[in-house]
């Protein structure tokens, strides 16, 4: 079984930068390893994924050159570097483990983390 654990959410104002942590515990992370968001009264969705073998990344169109996702092998911790945050970007913040054949779908993924509440005050 793994357990995933997200911190470093927070309050910031916009324009600033916040790094979430997702580390798992219990086994080694293997395959892709996703960020999804859910914000108040709308669907989760795709932040991005890297894929821990390789290190490749996906991001979502509505991130893409302000987000970057990486990894820490030797933690096994990933990170999502969130930069010239948006009041758009308020939400809680999960990451999941284990997708892999797509790293958009929810679905695809085996094991979630329990969230992190992120929110950008403008």
């Known amino acids: 079984q793994v357990q995933l654990v997200e911190s470093g959410g927070g309050l910031v104002q916009a324009g600033g930068s916040l790094r979430l942590s997702c580390t798992a515990s219990?086994?080694?992370?293997?395959?892709?390893v996703g960020w999804f968001r859910q914000a108040p009264g709308e669907e989760r969705e795709v932040v991005g994924a890297i894929s821990w073998s390789t290190g490749r990344t996906y991001d979502s169109d509505s991130v893409k050159g302000r987000f970057t996702i990486s990894r820490d092998n030797a933690k096994n911790t990933v990170y999502l570097q969130m930069n010239s945050l948006k009041p758009e970007d308020t939400a809680v913040y999960y990451c999941a483990a284990g997708a892999r054949y797509s790293y958009s779908q929810q679905r695809a993924y085996t094991y979630w983390g329990q969230g992190t509440q992120v929110t950008v005050s403008s």
């Open positions: 219990g086994r080694t992370f293997s395959n892709l």
